[in-house]
């Protein structure tokens, strides 16, 4: 496949540039997150258990969740590396949760050809679950 078209260069990358990814979270990407990483915590799989901690329910794995700001890092820098990602967890997310996620270029750091990115997501209430600064190095 040839994707030299839809590969971001320097030029094309703005301080200010917004990518957004939505997604619902289900039980069945839970199970599919904990086959393949094999994150057995209770908390993600065992309703009886989860109701007796202070979530009260299945939580969705916040690496899960954190996964959809990779897919926003693409969009925003399609075809480059990402560098390093940090990240701070707000608030659980539970299954049936609609999740966005948002990358927001912040800077753009020449000497090295690197971007900083704002990373967020948020539920369906607007509300901030995930918080956090990716970096991408650029071709």
């Not at 619902?24 to 908390?43: K, S, Y």
């Not at 890092?73 to 948002?102: E, H, R």
């Not at 600064?133 to 071709?139: A, K, R």
Request: net charge neutral; hydrophobic share 40%; with cysteine.
């Amino acid at each position: 496949m040839n994707y030299s078209s839809k590969v971001k260069r320097w030029d094309d990358i703005q301080i200010g540039d917004e990518v957004r990814f939505t997604k619902t979270m289900t039980q069945t990407d839970v199970v599919l997150w904990v086959g393949l990483t094999g994150d057995m915590n209770p908390i993600h799989i065992d309703a009886e258990y989860s109701k007796t901690t202070r979530f009260e329910n299945i939580v969705v794995p916040g690496l899960m969740v954190a996964g959809l700001i990779s897919a926003v890092m693409t969009k925003a820098t399609f075809g480059n590396v990402y560098s390093g990602q940090t990240l701070k967890f707000i608030k659980p997310v539970y299954i049936g949760d609609t999740i966005t996620a948002a990358a927001t270029v912040i800077e753009k750091l020449e000497e090295k050809r690197r971007v900083r990115i704002r990373t967020e997501c948020f539920n369906q209430n607007q509300e901030l679950v995930i918080t956090g600064e990716g970096q991408e190095y650029i071709m």
